[in-house]
């Protein structure tokens, strides 16, 4: 398959399955559940769970495995971009074309949304009755335990923290990498972390292998989304163009201007892919979607 088929493949299968753990629309208490579905089910291009998907299938774990993984990161990364998209955060109308939750729904709801989808990820993930009660125990706590950091104080939030701090503020590289590190770079680094962590035996070796990679293209994708927000149109976006410039949030092209941005992004692309030679063909579709991050949205 090509990547564009496995994207698609992957898409739909990580569709199906957190359609099959959010609660209804019919379900007590419903408006709340109408803005999760809303809010998890609208699109986008599903590229945490893409990563454990992918990182699994190097190893030839199967899908269904892989399922419940990709489910739980994609709950985190969804229940973030509704409280990012907060009036007391970013203050965002859309998000991938469509109002955003606060505006779908109340500001209340969407908070509520946001608390409800972090606990249902750790439910999925920690359940006895999942299809990962195959992973040796041991595996499926540590998955746990890289989720929750990656989630909190020393990841993604901790991030959001340092950006709005950073609000209207002049930060040099150095700055700019660590809250990025964090904010978007925490869950990449954990998705694929997440997906080999379902395989047996997994050197510690090779862990460290694919969290370099991960590290690299969650910068990558990062720098990525700041030249995005600057040189492509709203309708493009699927939210508002230039939104990061009018709320004077530092960026990357701020800082060193848009073509030395495209360069540290292809860098670490590089930097990425040499960190897999020690893997095989089967870790090709991990080595497309890197060279991918850096090439959508044109």
Known sequence: MSLKELM???QQRAHCALDRHLPSEQTQP???HQAMRYSVLNGGKRIRPLLVYLTGQAFDIKPEI???PAVA???IHAYSLIHDDLPAMDDDDLRRGKPTCHKAFDEATAILAGDALQTLAFYVLSAPTSDLSSIDLSARLRMIAILAQASGSRGMVGGQAIDMAATGQVLNLAELENMHIHKTGALIRASVQLGALTVPEMSESALAALDYYAKCIGLAFQIQDD????SVSTEILGKMQGADQANHKPTYPSIVGLEESRLMAEQLVKNALASLSEFDQRADPLRWIAKY?????Y
């Open 227 to 230: 030249i995005l927000d600057v």
């Open 66 to 68: 892989l399922d419940i």
């Open 8 to 10: 698609r493949f992957y």
């Open 73 to 75: 990161v994609e709950l």
């Open 293 to 297: 991050i850096i090439e959508r949205g």
């Open 30 to 32: 419903d408006r709340l």
